[in-house]
């Protein structure tokens, strides 16, 4: 006598979307997008291609929300992140949290920093630039503060975002050393300029040698 096999619990449509978007992440981040397919997509989470139609309307829908779901997790953390009370501390978390984000979510970061010639409005541009947006409204109370001049926020904004993506796609491929580690060495380098901030610094003039070489008096 066999026994029969308990049926198999019906998706809902939330979750048949959430699973088919955790399969398309794997499957654009090791393909990339132009040679990433819905064939395969359907094939991975065991639907057919009209089920992924019906839900996304095609690769570039499906794509959309790949990215928008990643940059919205990205910017969860980071939002987080920069709750912390004390400065210094709120560095290191930005840069840990983004780094966590790297280590738990590899082929959602890949996504976000593999160029690609699909047309979508996000991507790891714009998320770059509202990282940026979120660190320069914080930097321009603490300029205010310190009684320097909080139109420099933006470009100092720029520099610890732009210092922290870099790293993380850097750490992405070679994930030594460990994350903590990563984020103490960010905040070694940032920290400890930022408090010595001067008010109105003056650029470094050259060396008669360094024109001499130039060829120029």
Same mark, same amino acid.
Do not use: C
């Given at each position: ?22 399969? %398309?992440?794997?499957?654009? %981040? ?5 040679? %990433? ?14 089920? #992924? ?6 690769? /570039? ?8 779901? /990643? ?5 969860? #953390? ?8 004390? =400065? ?30 699909? /047309? ?20 321009? =109370? ?9 139109? *420099?926020?933006? *470009? ?62």
């Amino acid at each position: 006598m066999t026994t029969a096999k308990p049926a198999r619990k019906r998706m809902t449509a939330a979750e048949r979307r959430n699973q088919l978007v955790d399969t %398309a992440r794997s499957v654009f %981040a090791d393909r990339g997008y132009e040679a %990433a397919t819905i064939e395969e997509v359907a094939a991975k989470a065991g639907v057919s291609k009209p089920v #992924v139609y019906e839900h996304f309307g095609g690769k /570039e829908g499906l794509y959309a929300v790949v990215v928008d779901r /990643e940059m919205e997790t990205v910017l969860d #953390v980071f939002s987080r992140a920069l709750k912390e009370d004390r =400065s210094k501390s709120r560095i290191e978390q930005i840069a840990l949290a983004l780094l966590t984000y790297v280590e738990d979510r590899a082929d959602g970061f890949r996504i976000l920093t593999r160029n690609s010639s699909v /047309e979508h409005s996000g991507g790891y541009s714009t998320l770059l630039n509202d990282l940026v947006g979120q660190v320069e409204n914080h930097l321009e =109370s603490e300029f205010e503060r310190k009684n320097l001049d909080p139109d *420099l926020a933006p *470009l100092y904004a720029q520099a610890l975002v732009g210092m922290v993506a870099m790293t993380a796609q850097w750490w992405l491929e070679v994930r030594t050393p460990p994350k903590e580690a990563v984020a103490a060495h960010i905040v070694n380098l940032s920290w400890y300029g930022l408090i010595g901030l001067k008010e109105n610094p003056v650029a470094i003039e050259p060396s008669p040698l360094a024109e001499s070489e130039d060829g120029t008096e």
